[in-house]
């Protein structure tokens, strides 16, 4: 039974420019996904969220305290110091605390960060302009904007990110020592299928040509270049990822 399955032909066409194999050449609607990563629920965000909450408290009681005792009892000789404590506090953990609670995503689409529930701030691999590793975030820039992905609480991200770096952009983490972040963990972050890109009103990255629909456009499957079905070049113009 087994010697009537299809044999996988993928291999051979690996290396040269035939039709198949080595091509990275896509339609819009080939299947693409992402992962998901959700933020590390860390000690410093429990901290600041703690910080915020006993300022909270201090904050009402110092608000009774001064003003809603009545008019027998006055303002309680305390009260001043609970709502300066209150202001400090809530002053510290706002400004030194780590809000970083954004999920980040990392897949076929490129980096993405989730900003709102619906809305979602993404650098495509081929807008990629360059990578920064400090030793607090690996930021990826791109033309005009930046995703920094802090590695306290998205370590898992950001080694995807790198590795992923490596392998669709050639030269696009030269800077970055081997090693430098732990290799990706298979099992970290959510797979999800991603919708096909919007492309119509787009240009050829090749020969500029107008996309007018939806299904003239290919893609490179390394880094999500965009061109026209007229106008694919034999290797993409962004990555080098040989597309014919
Ligand atoms: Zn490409």
Redesign the pocket.
């Known amino acids: 039974m087994a010697a009537d399955r299809p044999v996988k032909r993928k291999r051979r066409g690996s290396g040269s420019t035939g039709q198949g194999g080595g091509s990275?050449l896509r339609q819009r609607t080939d299947p693409r996904s992402e992962r998901r990563f959700e933020p590390k629920a860390s000690l410093e965000l429990g901290l600041t969220l703690l910080g915020m909450s006993v300022a909270a408290l201090l904050a009402g009681a110092g608000v009774y305290g001064q003003w809603f005792r009545g008019d027998e009892a006055g303002a309680h000789p305390y009260a001043p110091y609970l709502l300066l404590g209150a202001f400090l506090l809530g002053a510290a953990a706002g400004l030194f605390g780590q809000w970083s609670m954004k999920a980040i995503r990392v897949g076929d689409a490129g980096v993405a960060v989730e900003n709102g529930p619906t809305e979602i701030e993404r650098i495509g691999w081929?807008e990629v302009t360059g990578l920064l590793l400090t030793e607090t975030a690996l930021t990826v820039q791109g033309s005009g904007t930046a995703i920094a992905i802090p590695l306290r609480a998205h370590l898992p991200a950001a080694s995807r990110v790198l590795a992923e770096v490596r392998k669709r952009i050639p030269g696009g983490a030269v800077d970055i020592e081997e090693g430098a972040l732990p290799a990706p963990d298979d099992a970290a972050g959510e797979v999800r299928p991603l919708e096909p890109p919007q492309v119509a009103g787009l240009r050829c990255k090749a020969t500029d040509k107008l996309i007018a629909f939806e299904a003239d456009a290919r893609l490179?499957g390394?880094?999500?270049?965009v061109y026209h079905k007229e106008g694919v070049p034999e290797r993409?113009a962004?990555?080098?990822?040989p597309l014919r």
């Open positions: 990275f081929n490179c390394r880094c999500g270049e993409c962004t990555c080098e990822a």
